[in-house]
């Protein structure tokens, strides 16, 4: 485990996290009940067709949501940042399915995984669980709208753009660790598109491209 989990206790980590969320007695029942698991850049914490048996809740750090295409392609949905959970994720732990998701970790963190028993006892027990799992739900959903439109209605250098500042804003940072074909992959492109587009944009002075990095420059 990284310093954060080894110089704060289980409950001080979820209290830091969901206390402005959840009242106490649900606090203290998710501190007594959740594994906390670290996670790395690029672990993959949920894969396609894996049956998920726990909720996350995202303690620290961030998680890309990805969805598989039908020619074993990838596609970025959506980002989870402290606070969060995965309405899909969920649904799967209720439904007992397979996951139809794939959950990368965008750069180190804390999760915290809550029994799929639990998740059902807390929605008739808890007033703050339920609004959660339905703003969750209504979160996710809006997003995923955000990215059919993204998708249907936006040319690919647009997408491209949005990437970029959305990955900048997960991760706090002007400067962005990622190669072309790990942009071209999110993105459900070719890196050869992503290069040319990634000049593009550097040509109109909007990013810098380094060695081994991308630049946001406004």
């Not at 998701?101 to 998740?119: S, T």
């Not at 799992?133 to 647009?158: H, P, T």
């Amino acid at each position: 485990m990284f310093c954060q989990f080894e110089i704060m206790t289980v409950k001080e980590l979820i209290e830091e996290a969901f206390g402005g969320i959840f009242e106490k007695d649900l606090l203290a029942e998710i501190t007594e009940v959740v594994k906390i698991t670290d996670f790395e850049e690029n672990d993959i914490l949920i894969d396609f067709g894996q049956y998920i048996k726990t909720m996350p809740l995202l303690i620290s750090g961030a998680i890309r949501i990805m969805r598989e295409d039908f020619d074993e392609g990838e596609l970025l949905l959506y980002f989870l940042e402290k606070g969060d959970t995965c309405a899909m994720t969920m649904a799967c732990c209720i439904g007992d399915k397979k996951s139809e998701i794939r959950a990368i970790a965008e750069n180190k963190g804390l999760v915290a995984m809550v029994p799929v028993a639990k998740m059902e006892e807390w929605m008739g027990k808890y007033k703050t669980w339920r609004s959660f799992v339905f703003q969750s739900y209504n979160n996710r959903f809006n997003e995923l709208l955000w990215a059919i439109d993204n998708i249907a209605f936006m040319k690919m250098n647009e997408r491209l753009e949005n990437y970029l500042d959305e990955t900048s804003k997960v991760n706090r940072s002007r400067i962005i660790y990622k190669t072309h074909q790990e942009i071209a992959g999110a993105l459900n492109s070719s890196r050869v598109v992503i290069s040319r587009l990634l000049k593009a944009l550097e040509n109109e002075g909007k990013i810098r491209l380094n060695r081994n990095n991308i630049e946001l420059l406004n």
